[in-house]
């Protein structure tokens, strides 16, 4: 029995490695977003002191893992069975909910998703345990405070950090202006002062300041004159900063990068617990059995070990330090999490992540008929002066950045700021929250979210909000249950949990490299967007719209003939299939146009004014190539779905030779498009006419036929052909509009 619980807890520590990687995909957003958005240096000299700060924060930490052995149960009630099978049911849930959040690029809390495991599986166990004895209650085998404390967190931090985030940043900008090199010769000393003293208080409070290895007394000095170190501090901070100025020391990148370290090292001292807690304690519940059983059983063994705090040896802290480390230097999902929130608070236009939402707009249009209403009381006067320190044309940004570093600094002395007035009010807000509310609420003070994206980035910031509170649920229900399972599937039911966690970690990972490089294709509307040149983004985006153009062409003769040979062959599947197809092909239009929009307004102003007939006849046509193939595709999935008639005979074959001159129309308009070459533009077309004739002459014809048709038994196919005619006619006509309109875009 001994040998099977060394197996699990030789898999919780192995899991704890995975879910190291997996966490820190998901809260390396914390500390990287700001550094990485201002390109404020390197990502190699952003990691490394990331990296600094990590390794620092986890030989620090206390190593107080009490929320994993006491913080939601009451473990002297529970037998060594029962909690080894919550420990393994909450790190199988955790890994699994943290890598689906990851892959989906939304960040997440693991703060929460631990607390709401631990809950959710102690809850299961508690309700067993009642169940078989009537003197037990929730009170007296659950710490379900925690649980609440949590929740309440989450609601203050949300709404505080958006809050003093946009009047922070309102107030900054207004002091610094988008050109901040120009109006910081003297406010920066007071500026770097501030950031300076309250990243130093943040470390103090947060890292060294609570160490235990540190000397009694030092924490004792710190702890009792934290007041005096903090104006003193502050003052020299700020003669320095000065005097660095002077010097021409950017003084806002040296904010960031401290802050990097800052929010760095607090997360590894802090939330370490997260990823490795529950292992350890594990691991810790297993010596405790081995060490003190005494012939008992494990299912009559207590955990009274785990009421008592945790000694977790500096080893163990330290290795996990170090494989942090690696999970932000080598994890795309971490780059994943940190693109979807620099994208959110990107300074300027670029491709929105987000399609926009009922609640969005209705969020958009309130608060612009509240802006409008304000416009109405405030002096004109102010009004101009304030509009004039928001002068975007004269934002100095790194090339390629998303935001300038002005933003950057508030945006991570700010987030240190409300961390540590929540730790010192014992207030358990989450660094997520925080530090991603922070950045939406300066961005929005900012003036980032325009009126031309402004209900995308709402439409992104409900969407990571939503999932915050979906984490809590779907945590809480899935560790139940896989701890239900666990409970009476005993070690079979762990063994086959053990193979499926191994199994999706294996199968998500391939499924996010495959969608990776699908995304990677998107790399011409990247260029575009980082180059100032509008004679370079026009070339770049007569590229992308030419490569658009030709997939859509190829796409719509795949599914063309699909839908046809699923009607000749009633093959439900191959018609399910394009009617999946047809939908994802439906959004990703979307996004493609709204990129060579972009891509457009950048272009030089003479070329887009003239080309912009055949740029939206061209994107229109793109789309009604789908519209056409779904208008022909519904009927035909109801009729075959239903095993209604099949197609006679005599219709497949009346139709075959069209379907031909169709197949080698659309190749050849498909391969001028992709070569860029039109010799014979004139005479696809006029072929397409004479087609779309045969095609009437068919139709005539076949209603003619239907008119003197006797046997009702074929009057629904037959229907359902006419419509196959028509549609037909329409998609020759789409793509000889589509020809038209790449012909006339590309030409020089």
Known sequence: MGTIYLCIV??????????????????????????????????????????????????????????ARHGIMSPDRFTFEEVMTLFL??????????????????????????????????????????????????????????????????????????????????????????????????????FGGIAFTALSYFIFMKGLGKSPYLPAEWRDFIDQNIGSLLCATFVVSAIVMEFLHLCRVNIFKFTVLMGTFALAMAFAGNDLVNFIGVPLAGLSSYNDYMANANGVGPDSFMMTSLMESAKTTPVYLLAAGFVMIVAMATSKKAQNVIKTSVDLSRQDEGDEMFGSSSAARVIVRNCQSADSWLNRFMPKSLKQWINSRFDKNDVELEESAAFDVVRAAVNLVLASMLITIGTNLKLPLSTTYVTFMVAMGSSLADKAWSRESAVFRVTGVLSVIGGWFITAGVAFAACALVCLAMHFGGILVQTAFIVLVIFMLIRSNIQYNKKSKEESKGSTFQLMMRSHDPEIVWDLLRRHVSRTQSFVCRFALSEFNLIMDGLANENTRELRHANKELKKEQDMQKKFRRQEMLGLKRSPLEIAIERNTWFHLGANSNQQFIYSLRRMLDPIKEHVDNNFNPLPTEYINEFMPIRQKINDLMKMSCEQIETSRYENYREILAEADACKDELSVIRKKHIDRLQNMKDNTLMQISLVYLNVLQESQEFLSVMRHQLRAAKKFMEN
């Open 89 to 190: 049911a909450v790190m199988v849930t955790d890994v699994i909910v943290l890598d689906v959040f990851n892959t989906l690029g939304m960040p997440t809390s693991t703060t929460v998703s631990l607390v709401f495991e631990l809950l959710g599986g102690a809850f299961i166990l508690a309700t067993l345990k009642m169940i078989g004895d009537d003197s037990l209650n929730y009170g007296m085998l659950l710490n379900s405070n925690k649980a609440l404390e949590v929740i309440m967190g989450i609601f203050s931090s949300v709404i505080i950090a958006f809050v003093f985030g946009a009047f922070v940043m309102w107030l900054s900008r207004v002091v610094f202006t988008f050109n901040y090199r120009k109006h910081s010769r003297y406010s920066i000393a007071i």
């Open 10 to 67: 030789i898999f919780l520590l192995c899991l704890a490695v995975f879910d190291l990687f997996v966490g820190v995909s998901n809260d390396a957003v914390n500390f990287l977003q700001s550094a990485i958005g201002a390109k404020v240096a390197k990502f190699r000299t952003v990691l490394i002191i990331a990296s600094c700060g990590v390794v620092l924060g986890a030989i620090m930490s206390s190593g107080m893992m009490d929320i």
